[in-house]
C-alpha cells in the first residue's frame, strides 16, 4: 500500500473507496459541488440582501415542508 500526503486540509464525508478510479470520480464531483459561478453567488448574494430587508417575508424550514403537497395525499 503507498500513503499519500496531501498539506491541503480535505474534507470529505466518505473515506474508503474500492477502486482508485472511484475515487478520482468522488474528488472531481466534490470539486465540482463546491464550485458556483459568479453569476450564482451574485444570485445568492441578492436573495440573502432580500431576505435580510425582508425577514417577515421569510418562513420556517417547518412551514415549507408543511405546505409541500406529497402526490397521491
Do not use: C, W
Not at 470520480?25 to 444570485?43: F, G
Amino acid at each position: 500500500m503507498t500513503t499519500i500526503k496531501l498539506d491541503e486540509t480535505l474534507k470529505f464525508a466518505k473515506t474508503h473507496f474500492k477502486t482508485l478510479e472511484e475515487f478520482q470520480l468522488y474528488v472531481i464531483a466534490q470539486a465540482q459541488a463546491d464550485e458556483l459561478t459568479a453569476e450564482h453567488k451574485s444570485i445568492l448574494d441578492e436573495r440573502l440582501k432580500d431576505f435580510y430587508a425582508h425577514p417577515e417575508r421569510s418562513i420556517t424550514v417547518d412551514e415549507l415542508f408543511a405546505s409541500i403537497k406529497r402526490k397521491g395525499n
